[in-house]
């Protein structure tokens, strides 16, 4: 590999910049893929084998996790933050052992679950690319159950013969765990690995697999003609004649029951949707925070915010909107759309969502991005959880974008310059 400074990825030479010379330049996380560099984004999960980041402007991407060439964590996502920017800079500059002992730091003291998870999927290429085929098995087997997708396409190429000893070792394990029953992910997994280990196909899909048989295809040769038995011999007795057509059976429909309304039911969470967490002391603090707000007072909610920030408070749906609504007191309108799409994204049906919306509109009205925002309000104002007052005030935002005033204003007139999602307000 070519160590060239100059030609490694631009995520690493922002690390290298921050870390030197400004402490305080990544403000955001930072994501690299072939397509080019995600700045100033916010990492949300790990689903299955897909990315998913949030722009500073409210855009939510996906990538395949397994394409991105790195990434750089702000310290306030995660505690092992700072692990994994530096092991994904030292695995840039070809120094895998130093990146694989961070790496496996990470999945033990990473806080959410995407991030060890990342970090695994890390340790799966490392390991292989290395020749420890066992360690990178106990890893792929790790992913297995939670991302099936992504396994299937970091599943080790480079597999040293099957009598090797390694390979006997994983195949006596696969073995000793299937013997078990196990999740249907896990399962296909391991199955994909033994497959790949015994270079076999993997089986077709159970619609297209073939209906196994206990005796042997046996061709069948015909007889000549000349050793055919002869036609029996047609009788008045046994002669029938020729089949008539059943007229058709007329059934009349049974009559209808009443329906009954549909049973509610309820979905699985999604799976970046965190669950909802213990009470922890900063959750008191937030609620001052938030009353201090409302009376006017934004330096003590700014000092409360930051208070409930040490208590280990900053993740919780409370803080991000205490945080959103500092923002947008303050008129940084991108910052609150982030914060409140957060909640959205990674709380979605908390008490905190509603009011999440109608933040979200709001910057997204100030950003004219008005189609953008009257979703949004929409979607705040039939939200059961709102409170009637906000719900009032949701429907005059969705009233004042949708009067035929606010159409013509918003309309462009000609020589105008076109708002860009890069241009400031």
Known sequence: MDHNPMKRPIAALLLIFASFCAPDFVRADTVEDREGLFAHVTILNLEDDQLVFVFNDGRTIQKQADTIKAIAVNPGNDSAADELTRAETLRLDSKRRDAVQLYQRVVNVGGKMWVRDFALMRLVGLHADSGDLWSAYQNYSKLAQTHPQLCQRIIPRRIPRKDSQVCRKILRDIDDILSQPQPENLTAALKRMRSAILRENVAPPPESAAQPTSQPAVAVVPKPLSEQPPPPAVTKATAQPPDEPEPPVVTKPAPREPQQPPVATTKPPAPNVKPPAAPTPGDAVVAKGRMALKA?????????????????????????LLDAEIALARGRTRHAGVQAMRIVLEFAGSDECPEAFFIAGRSHEDLKRYSKALELYRKCWINPKATPELQAKAKQRIAALTSPEAANANTPKPGDKPVKPGDKK
């Open 296 to 320: 006017g007072d934004i330096a003590t909610a700014e000092g409360l915010l930051e208070e409930s920030r040490r208590l280990g408070s900053d993740n919780s749906p409370g803080y991000l």
